[in-house]
């Protein structure tokens, strides 16, 4: 015979001497009593609950073959497989009350005085149920998007439930995974500015600042940024250029079809910052395309040279003839 069977063996003897026991020292019998007076509500409850959640489950894996059938889709299929999980669930409830208490009004009153009750004592988690419901209604984030949430910090949401936002965080500013995992209360959606960065569209404005000497050759420096950051993302924005020209709620607004240029001066040196669309989930790897072409660039000139924090001394003299008098 193995040890596990052994184990097994003792674990039974374990249990029914437990419940042995705790039949001597309980009036079982009442119990009993009770549970044979409410034997049939027992089993219509038992039922209902064993067919909600075949019906649930039922449901949650047609849910997911849409949704990997469609993976454009996917977010939209898995947000209604909660709202429907969370409604069958309030059926539930609903059909169990229902069972046990036969009178309407008494009915009306208990739910009344429970959800009083709940209300009272769950108020955080009763507020994160209704940003949950607001974020269903409102669509204003959806698995897939990529947002920033001001003081908290950055991800990519991959799951959405009754109480939390679920982010694969990011870094703040290149948008580089971290490795963690971003746990928000849907409370927030009421009190805290969330950006949402791919609502409506993906492409974003980025910018890269450049110093330079100020005994540079400013055009030449503004020539070596705009040609290389069009090199990189010049096709892309002649694109969205063409695209967006077409909306009419888009004419109003100042379109772009090339990366904008500006210049500013500080007290060491001047600047050259680039303005571009790009993609918001490729932004570090654009932004690293664009700085080595400028780079490279750079490199090739002599009269272009990057500023860097120094010490310059500049020494001044006087250079006294000592005459004698003879």
């Avoid at 019998?29 to 049939?40: F, H, K, L, P, S």
């Avoid at 746990?183 to 609502?199: D, H, Q, V």
């Avoid at 910052?273 to 002599?302: P, S």
Wanted: charge should be positive.
């Amino acid at each position: 015979m193995s040890v596990s069977k052994v184990k097994l063996g003792i674990k039974i003897l374990l249990l029914v001497f437990l419940l042995h026991y705790l039949i001597s020292i309980f009036n079982v019998g009442r119990y009993v009593d009770i549970i044979a007076e409410y034997q049939n509500q027992i089993i219509i409850v038992f039922v209902i609950i064993l067919s909600g959640l075949i019906f649930i489950d039922i449901a949650s894996e047609i849910f997911k073959k849409y949704a990997r059938k469609k993976e454009e889709k996917a977010g939209e299929y898995l947000t209604l497989n909660y709202i429907f999980k969370y409604m069958v669930y309030v059926a539930i409830a609903l059909m169990i009350f229902g069972v046990f208490y036969k009178n309407v009004s008494s009915l009306v009153v208990s739910v009344g005085l429970i959800g009083a009750a709940i209300t009272y004592a769950l108020q955080k988690p009763i507020l994160n149920f209704a940003g949950w419901v607001v974020i269903l209604y409102t669509r204003t984030i959806k698995i897939g998007d990529r947002i920033s949430i001001k003081n908290i910090g950055a991800g990519d949401v991959f799951d959405i439930d009754t109480q939390h936002l679920y982010l694969s965080e990011l870094t703040a500013d290149n948008f580089e995974p971290t490795g963690k995992v971003l746990i928000i209360p849907n409370s927030y959606i009421f009190t805290t500015a969330i950006e949402n960065l791919t609502k409506g569209s993906p492409y974003v404005w980025d910018s890269i600042v450049l110093h330079f000497t100020h005994d540079s050759d400013v055009e030449k420096a503004k020539q070596i940024v705009f040609e290389s950051t069009n090199e990189v993302v010049g096709n892309l924005m002649l694109k969205l250029y063409e695209k967006w020209s077409k909306r009419k709620y888009l004419i109003s607004r100042k379109l772009a079809n090339k990366p904008v240029i500006r210049v500013g001066i500080t007290r060491t040196s001047f600047y050259i910052k680039v303005y571009y669309l790009v993609n918001v989930y490729e932004k570090a790897e654009i932004k690293t395309k664009i700085q080595e072409r400028i780079l490279k660039e750079i490199n090739k000139e002599r009269s272009v040279k990057l500023s860097y924090p120094h010490v310059k001394a500049i020494v001044e003299y006087e250079k006294t003839l000592n005459t004698k008098n003879s």
